[in-house]
Each structure stands twice: as C-alpha cells, then as structure tokens.
T-cell receptor
C-alpha cells in the first residue's frame, strides 16, 4: 500500500540553526500538508500546498517557515532560525483529490531544538 | 474558530467495549475522522464518516454521529491490548485542513 514517508525520523539542532524536513507524499496525491504536535498537545495545522503554492496557512506558520516542492516527489518544510519552542513532532500529509478526502499521514519527524 | 474536544483518558479491560467521545463546533464539517497514534509513531487513519451519515461500521469499529449535537463517538468492540493508543478525533475545514482534538489515551488492561 502506498504511504507517505518522511526523513529524518529524528533531528537535533541548535537554536538559531536552519532545518529542512523532508516528505515524499503518495505519488498521485495533489494536496500536501504540514502539521506539528508539541509533546502532550494536540496536532496543529501549519500549512497546505496545492499546485505549487500555499493554499492556506495558520498563525503558527510565520516568516520563519517556508515550504517547497523542489521536484516531482519531495515536499519540504524549512525553518530558517529554529527556536526552542519549535521542538515538536512534524507530520506531513497528503490527499488524493478524487473521491473521499482522506488525509494520509507520514510517520513524522521529531525535532529537538537545544 | 473551530474546536474539537475529547476526554483525555479511558481505561478498559481486555474484551470490553470502549467508547471514545468527541464534540466539535464547525457545523460545516464535511468529514469527521478518527486517527490512532501508537507511542512514538505517526497518525494512522482508522475510519471516517461523512456528515450526512449517522453511523458507520467497520469490523470492530462503530462510528456514531449526532450532527444536531455535534457529537461523534468511536466504539471499539472486544477491545484488545493492541488497541492501547491515543485516539484523535478530527474534522475538516478550509482546503481539507484538519482540526484535531487533544486526543484520548486508551489504556487496555489484560
């Protein structure tokens, strides 16, 4: 069964450093998402992406964040200058447009900012 | 804005039924979902229900939707220890953006 994959599974970085989280959505999906989950809290929407542009973003998704689809398969989330409060699990998700809008989630990248 | 509320914890014995409840506020939600998250793992879609349905059954899982009260429940029949996990209720909004509850931790004891 096709699945969303994410790399790395874990990343530790110093405050102020840039990080890039990578996702490979399911190949025939057209909408892509990033969510995050701070430890012990709810999963929060960050951004959605369609047709090579941002469709919607939350208040969390400020100028420190950016997303890109650099080629036909990868979907990346960049945090330019990480803060301690960026420590979280980051989930990528994708959906196929036709039929049921069921989002498929990747396994997540656990980011720790020291 | 949209909000989804769930009870935080549920403990049951193996073989019993589990019922996890959820309330939501967005009356325009089209789909409502249940996701399962095992420790250290990602979000696994368990089941979903379209907003014009009252009930959906999928093997051991039964989803009930009361649209008037904006109440969603997930019933797991014959709960097993492998069902121990956090269960998230979610509704869609915007460009299919999901709004999640805080999750209900289900603990199944032998």
């Amino acid at each position: 069964e096709p699945e969303v994959t994410q790399t790395p599974s874990h990343q530790v970085t110093q405050m102020g450093q840039e990080v890039i989280l990578r996702c490979v959505p399911i190949s025939n999906h057209l909408y892509f998402y990033w969510y995050r989950q701070i430890l012990g809290q709810k999963v929060e929407f960050l951004v959605s992406f369609y047709n090579n542009e941002i469709s919607e973003k939350s208040e969390i998704f400020d100028d420190q964040f950016s997303v890109e689809r650099p080629d036909g398969s990868n979907f990346t989330l960049k945090i330019r200058s990480t803060k301690l409060e960026d420590s979280a699990m980051y989930f990528c998700a994708s959906i196929v447009l036709a039929g049921i809008e069921t989002q498929y989630f990747g396994p997540g990248t656990r980011l720790l900012v020291l | 804005g949209e909000d989804v509320e769930q009870s935080l914890f549920l403990s049951v014995r193996e073989g019993d039924s589990s019922v996890i409840n959820c309330t939501y506020t967005d009356s325009s939600s089209t789909y409502l979902y249940w996701y399962k998250q095992e420790p250290g793992a990602g979000l696994q879609l368990l089941t979903y229900i379209f907003s014009n349905m009252d009930m959906k059954q999928d093997q051991r899982l039964t989803v009930l939707l009361n649209k008037k009260d904006k109440h969603l429940s997930l019933r797991i029949a014959d709960t097993q220890t492998g069902d121990s996990a956090i269960y998230f209720c979610a509704e869609n909004s915007g460009y299919s953006t999901l709004t999640f509850g805080k999750g209900t931790m289900l603990l199944v004891s032998p």
